[in-house]
Nanobody
Framework: QVQLVESGGGLVQSGESLRLSCAASGTIFRVIVVGWYRQAPGKQRESVAH???????NYTDSVKGRFTISRDSAKNTVYLQMNNLKPEDTAVYYC??????????WGQGTQVTVSS
């Protein structure tokens, strides 16, 4: 089993920054991809960014140029640096890990609130 714990959320003003962390623990097989998702009230969960085992990254259009996903393999941690935050970025942010043997794990989420 793999456990994912997100941290770093909070309340910020428009234009400010936050860095989210997703720490993985447990029996981790080869990771295929780790991603950040978010869900705003009344909306479906959406993909924000992900990083593959090869280091390739991908972002949803609305965060390109503002968010950066990175990983520290030694710490089993993935980060999401969020700059120039906007009120529309307000959501619960979730981390997701998918591994080579079909494992698909989610964290409990961390709240990000951006005031205008």
């Amino acid at each position: 089993q793999v456990q994912l714990v997100e941290s770093g959320g909070g309340l910020v003003q428009s234009g400010e920054s936050l860095r989210l962390s997703c720490a993985a623990s447990g029996t981790i097989f080869r990771v295929i991809v780790v991603g950040w998702y978010r869900q705003a009230p009344g909306k479906q969960r959406e993909s924000v960014a992900h990083v593959t085992d090869a280091g390739r990254t991908n972002y949803t259009d609305s965060v390109k140029g503002r968010f950066t996903i990175s990983r520290d393999s030694a710490k089993n941690t993935v980060y999401l640096q969020m700059n120039n935050l906007k009120p529309e970025d307000t959501a619960v942010y979730y981390c997701r890990l998918q591994d080579l043997v079909g494992g698909d794990y989610w964290g409990q989420g961390t709240q990000v609130t951006v005031s205008s």
